[in-house]
């Protein structure tokens, strides 16, 4: 027995795929991820199995999750890329202060080395 529930995309060459099936004699609910690529094509190794005797509570499980506390999360993930990005800019400007300070001294080497000719 296999009943597919659905699926998510997770990118473009997988999909999450949420089914109902009996496996070894026992009925439960798989989670897993299935691939579409040159060398191979089906379900990988990722992913997990939830029995019918524990469906119950997993599903307590997520319906206990707050749909706000992934909000949270993606402000975190927003700010970590702003603070990298804010590294990234000053990192520049201290590289182009550097490559200006390099400058200043070989041009006073090429006035010293002029002036003592």
Do not use: P, W
Request: aromatic share 6%.
């Amino acid at each position: 027995m296999e009943k597919d529930i659905g699926k998510i995309k997770k990118n473009e060459n997988t999909d999450i795929i949420v089914r109902i099936d009996d496996f070894g004699g026992r009925v439960g609910l798989t989670i897993r991820e299935y691939v579409t690529g040159d060398k191979y094509t089906g379900f990988t190794k990722s992913g997990t199995r939830i029995s019918a005797e524990n469906f119950k509570e997993f599903k307590e499980l997520i319906n206990n999750i707050n749909e706000g506390e992934f909000a949270v999360s993606e402000k975190m993930d927003k700010s970590k890329k702003e603070k990298k990005q804010k590294k990234l800019a000053e990192d520049e400007i201290k590289e182009e202060k550097i490559k200006e300070e390099d400058k200043d001294i070989e041009d006073d080497s090429d006035r010293i080395e002029e002036e003592n000719f």
